[in-house]
C-alpha cells in the first residue's frame, strides 16, 4: 500500500475505521492488521487531509469509499448533481433523518435503499452498522 487512500480503503474494506477526533487520527483495525499502525503514523498528514474533505456520517453510518463524480452526474431518475459534495451533504442529512425516525419531509419520502443508492450515483459508497435495525 503505497497511498493514503490505498490505505484508508484496506482498512474499511475489512471493517476497520478511522476517524479525526479533533486533530488526533483514531483507528480501530481489524485484528489482522495491526501491523498497519506504523505506515499509518508514516502517511498520517495524508489521511488527516482525505478524512477532513470526507462527509460527517451520521451514526450507524459507516463510510467505504468517498470518490466524488466529477459533475454534471445523471442519476436514475432524470435528475443531475451539478455539485456532487454538496449533493453528499445534503443526503447525508436526508439518511440521517430517516435513520432517526424523523417525518418522510425530512428524507424526501424516499427510502432507505433510495438514499443508499443517490449517494453511490455520485461517489459515495456507505454501509449501515446495524442494517436490520435501519429497516424496521
Same mark, same amino acid.
Given at each position: 500500500?503505497?497511498?493514503?487512500?490505498?490505505?484508508?480503503?484496506?482498512?474499511?474494506?475489512? $471493517?476497520?475505521?478511522?476517524? @479525526?477526533? $479533533?486533530? %488526533? @487520527?483514531? &483507528?480501530?483495525?481489524?485484528?489482522?492488521?495491526?501491523? %498497519?499502525?506504523?505506515?499509518? +503514523?508514516?502517511?498520517?498528514? *495524508?489521511?488527516?487531509?482525505?478524512?477532513?474533505?470526507?462527509?460527517?456520517?451520521?451514526? $450507524?453510518?459507516?463510510?467505504?469509499? &468517498?470518490? #466524488?463524480?466529477? #459533475?454534471?452526474?445523471?442519476? $436514475?431518475?432524470? *435528475?443531475?448533481?451539478?455539485?456532487?459534495? +454538496?449533493?453528499?451533504?445534503?443526503?447525508? +442529512?436526508? @439518511?440521517?433523518?430517516?435513520l432517526c425516525g424523523a417525518s418522510g419531509w425530512n428524507y424526501?419520502?424516499?427510502s432507505l435503499p433510495e438514499l443508499?443508492? +443517490?449517494?453511490?450515483?455520485?461517489?459515495?459508497?456507505?454501509? %449501515?452498522?446495524? #442494517?436490520?435495525?435501519?429497516?424496521?
Amino acid at each position: 500500500m503505497n497511498s493514503a487512500v490505498e490505505i484508508m480503503e484496506a482498512v474499511t474494506s475489512r $471493517g476497520g475505521q478511522l476517524w @479525526l477526533d $479533533g486533530e %488526533l @487520527l483514531r &483507528y480501530r483495525l481489524p485484528v489482522n492488521m495491526e501491523s %498497519l499502525v506504523d505506515t499509518l +503514523r508514516t502517511h498520517k498528514p *495524508e489521511i488527516v487531509e482525505l478524512l477532513s474533505s470526507r462527509p460527517a456520517m451520521p451514526a $450507524g453510518v459507516r463510510l467505504l469509499s &468517498y470518490r #466524488p463524480k466529477e #459533475p454534471p452526474v445523471a442519476l $436514475g431518475n432524470g *435528475e443531475t448533481v451539478i455539485d456532487s459534495k +454538496r449533493f453528499v451533504q445534503a443526503t447525508m +442529512r436526508q @439518511l440521517e433523518a430517516k435513520l432517526c425516525g424523523a417525518s418522510g419531509w425530512n428524507y424526501g419520502w424516499r427510502s432507505l435503499p433510495e438514499l443508499l443508492e +443517490r449517494l453511490a450515483a455520485v461517489g459515495c459508497i456507505v454501509a %449501515l452498522d446495524n #442494517p436490520r435495525k435501519a429497516l424496521q
